[in-house]
Every structure is written in C-alpha cells, then in structure tokens.
Nanobody
Framework: QVQLVESGGGSVQAGGSLRLSCAAS????????MAWFRQATGKEREGVAI???????NYADSVKGRFTISRVNANNTLFLQMNSLKPEDTAMYYC????????????????WGQGTQVTVSS
C-alpha cells in the first residue's frame, strides 16, 4: 500500500502562486508514475500534470507554461508549482500514483491522496 498526503492548498487572487506538495509513504516502489488531478465543483476530474520515475513530464493544455510538476525520489515527494493562477483553476487537487507508466486515465491510478483545495478569486 501507498499513502499519499497533499498539502499547500489555499486561497489566492488571480495571478498569484501556490505550491502543492504530496508526501508518499509505504510501498513507494509502486509510485513509478505520479500525477496531479483536479476536480472542480460540478465537473469531472481531470488530469493536470504527470511525471514518470525518470522525470519525464506532461501537462494539460490549460496549465502549460503556468504549472510545473516535479518530484524528489529520495524522499518520495511530489510537487506542483502553480503560477499565474486563474479563477478557472479553482478545484480540489489530488495527488495520485501508479506502479506503471504514465497516462491521463484516472481509473488507472491505484493510489490517491485526500485532496487539497485551491481557490482562486478574480
């Protein structure tokens, strides 16, 4: 089992920045791919950014150039640096992990954190 705990959410004004963290514990060899997903009220969950064990990354078009995903394998921590935040970024953000290569299908991720709320006001 893998436990994921997110932190760093909060409320900011448009144009501001936040940095989310996700601490992984347990059988962390199962965290080959780690990802950030988000779900806004009344909408489906969507992928934001993914990162493989080797550091390869991919981003949703809506966040490219504004968000940066990174990981520190030595201490099993995942980050999401969010800059130039927009009201449409408001959502619950979830850290997720799977034991295989990355994709955008949230159903393929075995492990999830409890989520951290990000609210961006205009």
């Amino acid at each position: 089992q893998v436990q994921l705990v997110e932190s760093g959410g909060g409320s900011v004004q448009a144009g501001g920045s936040l940095r989310l963290s996700c601490a992984a514990s347990g059988y962390t060899y199962s965290t080959v791919c780690m990802a950030w997903f988000r779900q806004a009220t009344g909408k489906e969950r969507e992928g934001v950014a993914i990162i493989g064990a080797g550091g390869g990354t991919n981003y949703a078009d809506s966040v490219k150039g504004r968000f940066t995903i990174s990981r520190v394998n030595a201490n099993n921590t995942l980050f999401l640096q969010m800059n130039s935040l927009k009201p449409e970024d408001t959502a619950m953000y979830y850290c997720a992990a799977r034991a295989y290569g990355c994709n955008w299908n949230d159903g393929d991720y075995n492990y999830w954190g409890q989520g951290t709320q990000v609210t961006v006001s205009s």
